[in-house]
């Protein structure tokens, strides 16, 4: 089952990939969802139990990166919801919609949520602040998770993935929705794509891990039931270890409490 909120992109990736399922002895449907809306999410997966009868993987993977050019204080409040909304809002509602119905299969079953590798590491550049946070959100969202399934020994295992640059139209999608969350009629309302996104966009696209990749990478990571997927681990560990000795460093700052 394919879902998305862009129902031309939804239906040229379906016609792309019906084809290679059909070769493959799989059917392939697909669902127009806004991840913003709960009903959406219900609607999926009531499409999935009617097509398909239960849910064993559900990829819960639904983002914008906002208005890269701009930082926490220039993000209008209105670009701000709608990010929340989406990289926050939209994981949850997928969490509550589509978790308690994959552990009353009471068999195993998968959830992976994209995160992000900034969801991981301190801000480092002066825009995208709202991305950020809400990545780290995202992170914090799904560890949490984790730690209550674990508790309820549940069949439900949980997957974080938190990419860094990968191959992937963003920017533009992004422009899509932010459109519709400013009630313009199309991205064209927008104006001309700015410097930071054209930049952004270019060096995702020229520089970044291939998508299938990044999905080899997934499937290996559920297979061994294995919950951070991290595709660019050097990087990764780089900034990560950089916002360690940043925190280690600020508490060792501070005065001593003896607690």
Request: with cysteine; aromatic share 6%.
């Amino acid at each position: 089952m394919l879902s998305d909120g862009d129902a031309q992109r939804l239906g040229g990736a379906a016609d792309t990939l019906r084809a290679e399922a059909a070769a493959a002895g799989c059917r392939l449907e697909q669902c127009v969802v806004d991840v913003r809306r709960l009903e959406d999410m219900e609607r999926l997966l009531k499409c999935c139990l009617d097509e398909f009868g239960r849910v064993d993987l559900f990829f819960n993977n639904a983002g914008v990166i906002g208005e890269p050019s701009k930082g926490v204080l220039d993000t209008s409040l209105t670009s701000w919801r709608w990010v929340l909304d989406t990289n926050v809002m939209g994981l949850l509602n997928g969490m509550h919609t589509f978790v308690p119905a994959m552990q009353a299969q009471g068999t195993e079953a998968h959830i992976v949520n994209t995160a992000s590798g900034a969801g991981l590491y301190s801000q480092h550049r002066p825009t995208m602040g709202p991305y950020v946070a809400s990545k780290h959100c995202a992170v914090v969202l799904t560890q949490a998770m984790k730690t209550e399934l674990d508790a309820q020994q549940s069949t439900v295992v949980p997957h974080l993935l938190c990419p860094s640059v990968v191959a992937t139209p963003l920017v533009e999608t992004s422009r899509f929705f932010q459109a519709q969350a400013h009630g313009l009629a199309s991205p064209a309302d927008l104006g001309d794509m700015d410097d930071v996104s054209r930049q952004f966009h270019a060096r995702l696209n020229d520089d970044g891990m291939a998508p299938d990749q990044v999905a080899d990478l997934v499937f290996e990571a559920v297979r061994t039931k294995r919950f951070w997927i991290m595709p660019h681990p050097d990087l990764t560990e780089k900034r990560i270890t950089a916002r360690y000795e940043e925190l280690v460093t600020a508490a060792r700052e501070c005065p001593r409490t003896g607690l």
